[in-house]
């Protein structure tokens, strides 16, 4: 190659270089899924979120993974673009330079009364699935004979909605629901384990989710016992875990503590010591703690840190970004 074409490619490749490297100032770079595991800062809110300066505050907000609920999942805001959110959020960089993980809350263990799938005629001819009010307290939610028909069918068009607005994941709470009594007897009379009927019907989420979106996320809420199943931990990329150490009391919406009610020192033992479980098969391990002072934050933080879980301190009602973000945030 004579030398006027070396210099000429050279300079060509030099070139290039230059703008790919300008690009990644600008903008994030491309999103990848098998760094996961490699993810630092996360965050959690599920409320709030019409309001522009909410997403605003989460594109600006460096975190690696974020949680959020999904807005045209409420009855009324069926029109709203909870698209256009995630896909701003999605191309804002994370603490690394590239582009956020979000990831989409979904209670697949209760109906709640402010989604969309909810007919006013359930109020006085509720169907056969649907039972009690939540055990905890939490207004207009109520516990599902999850197994049913209808009632996977209703969460699967959510699933579906979710992964049209083009979220990374799915963030799925209330599983313990296969342990509450009244859920378990009803499960019995039916000649039904319900543990089994949850798992079952996870891997039927799991298995329509992937076939659209092979990369797509499964992160488990709480019920951290399940992690002795296989099958069961086998559906998931992590598990999150709520007050280890701090918990509000009851619906912070309703009069309710929005944190620093220390958790039974014995809770918090078989808590991590189940967690332990997760962390043995590679499962990550997120975990949020209710705080609002300063002190308990730090405790959380430093507690977390020790037992090598990924923590999020913030208050019960998640209607913002927290106030004491990782002391490396």
Known sequence: MSKVKSIFFLTLFLGIAYIQTACRKDSPGPLDK???????????QIDELYSSSSIEALENSHYDLIVIDQVRSLRGD?????KQDVDRIKNSPNS????KLVVCYLDAGQAEKYRYYWQSSWDTNPPEWLMGPDPDGWNDNYSVMFWHAEWKSIIKNYLSNIL???FDGVYLDWLMI?????????????GLNSKNELIGFIEELKS???????????????????????????????????????DGAGDPDDGGDEGDHPVDPQDTEYILEQLNTWKQKGKVVF????AVSAENAAKSYFWGEQHELLTYVTSRRLNKLSATPPPSY
């Open 78 to 82: 069926e029109d709203y673009n909870t």
């Open 287 to 290: 975990n949020v703690e209710y």
């Open 164 to 166: 049209d607005d083009g």
């Open 34 to 44: 098998s760094a996961f595991e490699d993810v630092k800062f996360w965050a959690y």
């Open 178 to 190: 296969y342990e509450v009594p009244s859920v378990m007897e009803a499960a019995q009379s039916q």
């Open 208 to 246: 329509m989710a992937v076939s659209r979106d092979p990369d797509f996320i499964f992160i488990c809420q709480n019920a951290p016992e399940l992690g002795q199943e296989k099958r069961f931990t086998d559906l998931f990329d992590a598990i999150a875990q709520e007050h280890v150490w701090f």
């Open 96 to 99: 690394k330079g590239k582009q």
